[in-house]
């Protein structure tokens, strides 16, 4: 970007580098504390020291722990930022750790998280990106302004970190806004406005598979400033309903807003019995077995299980397995479930021997949706879910709880407790166990964890042995408060990077339970070279996953190329969560940004990668799309299939990618991604002609039909199309 410097500013006020597109705001004061009158204009701070904005309090000598603080950033805004169609400015102010309220010229113009006071007490959203529109009459043009921001930081660091804070030009896309709001039988769609904005609004319905349209129509709209539009489109919920809006005026890349309905492709699964889950289970001689038969259809069901060895029992309502087997060696298993409609049969094979996890992990964890403020309460309406909503009877066994369930300090033995918010962590797992369910936990080698909560440093066989005695099946073991006493120490190497996961390795084989050993460690010292040497699980290939496109690209389509030959049955990459259905890290949940294409294509990526699958959206509140996403026995069978492939990348060609991987079944499972900004018609026998494939007809795996390949799909933007070659 072109940048003009006007000396004279970066002098006298904290905006630093102003032109004619956007000023930089490098500093502000700033004051720990609480008071009202600070977000007035001409409250006298000069006394107030200065902060630099792209680095913590912390950082820069604050110590304000659960704390308020305020900055307050002067500025001088130049009247080339009114030029042009947009009549707003915009502030971008990063991130800040954890929420915030925001003042221009003392108008309250955005807010981000909750502060404690708040109703439904604190929430943070340390990762949300700050962007508040600011209506031009209250801005002194070619003067001084003051933005005036009330922080709350709960768990250290605090503050403004991230970079700059700016004031810029918005666009289209920043000003305007495009929602839909589901109905009973389609959708209201939204459209509202910070500025005047005149343009053109394009409703069209199609085929979600071959991409005809079947309805279009425009529409003229001209709105006033903070205004909003209305209209309901009547919907069947296979259509793949697209609303654009254009105002010509604005510029090139931000000419439209688009947005896609959360179109449903998966069949509803019949009320016969069908059996969804995996066709193997590995469980260590002696440890207790804990299985539920993944059938779906109507229930009550009745079970029987044919070949079980001895000291293996089934609970023929639940459809539990429990009790242990000391003899190694590899059982065939028949399953039958049936109900008023019919019966079905699986052919299963439990294997008693030294591999557990000899499929992905399928389950939940409650990072992505409650971050800090999970309870088990929260973490007992998920697990009800697999249950209630039918997630079990697609496989989905894990309920795994992350950070913040620990006690503030150890009890004076050593031992480590649950806090008050998990009130019983032994009957949790008992409840587990009992519905065929397992119990996940998460700790640090380090001291401290990520969020600030102990870690098991010197701990390591006390934790191990506490987590049994409540009935952990998995523990993720995170990095992070370890780098302290790593980069302490001289020692860098692989082996040092190793020895903190080999140390708890030795003590989890120790306990009279398997447990499912999964690093969290982002990838560090390639550890997908020594994971499965150290008898690890799965591993955490990258950083931490959230719900953009930019981060789903960069974690799914670069960061996992080439790593496929280290994944196999008992040891799996692990490209992080979930991110469909309702996250957000806090206490406010919200939809998944990604757009309805890009959760189908998420879901496909991770089914080829044979990825763990754990969901990371609170199933309590899950609607269909996300069933819909979460419980296609097709798309899972490829993520369980029993020779454990990861997919590798074959095509990369013109934005769009071929991603395949070989099945038990002496099939192929076929992604070709389209990761273009717009739709792309895709002959489907040329595409698989490109990695040596030819067929008259494939399975489309979310649709669960057989289709013709000498025929033209429209692939959606960052869409897919997912199929199966025999
Ligand atoms: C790290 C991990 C996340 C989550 C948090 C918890 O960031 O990568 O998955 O466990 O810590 O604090």
Redesign the pocket.
Known sequence: MKRLILIGWALLLAGGLASAQEVIMESGRFQKGDNPAWQAPDFADAAWPVLVLDKDWNQQGIQNTNGIGWYRIHVVVPSSLKKGVVEAIMLDLGAIDDSDETWFNGHLVGKTGRFPSDKGGYSGEWQQPRRYIVDPKWVNWDGENVIAVRVFNGGDPGGFYQRSARIVKPGLTDCVSLNLEKEKDGYTVVLSTAVKTAGTLKIEVADALTGQVESSKTQKVSLGSWKEKRLFVPLDHHKRLTVVYTDPRFEEEEVAQQITTPYILTPKAPATPRYNGPLVFGVRPGSPVIFRLAFSGEKPMKYAVEGLPEGVVLDPDKGVLSGTCTQAGDYPLVFTATNSKGSAKAAFTLKVGAQIALTPPMGWNS?NCWGLSVSQEKVMASAAAFINAGLADYGYSYINI??AWEAEERNPDGTISPNEKFPDMKALGDWLHGNGLKLGI?SSPGDR???GYLGTLDHELQDAETWASWGVDYL?Y?W?GYSKVFNASADHSVAANIRPYMKMQQYLREQPRDIFYSL?Q?GNARVWEWGAFIDANSW?TTG?ITDTWESLYTIGFKQQVGLHPYAGPGHWNDP?MLVVGKVGWSNNLRDSRLTPDEQYTHISLWSLLAANMLIGCDLSQMDDFTFNLLCNNEVNAVNQDILGRQAHKDVEEDGMQIWSRDLADGGKAVGIFNLNGQSVPTLLSGALAKIGLEAETVRDLWRQKDIPTEAQYMIPSHGVLYVKVK
């Open positions: 990072w992350d950070d998460y964890t990520c969020g993720k995170d992070c969290c982002y955490r931490d992080d």
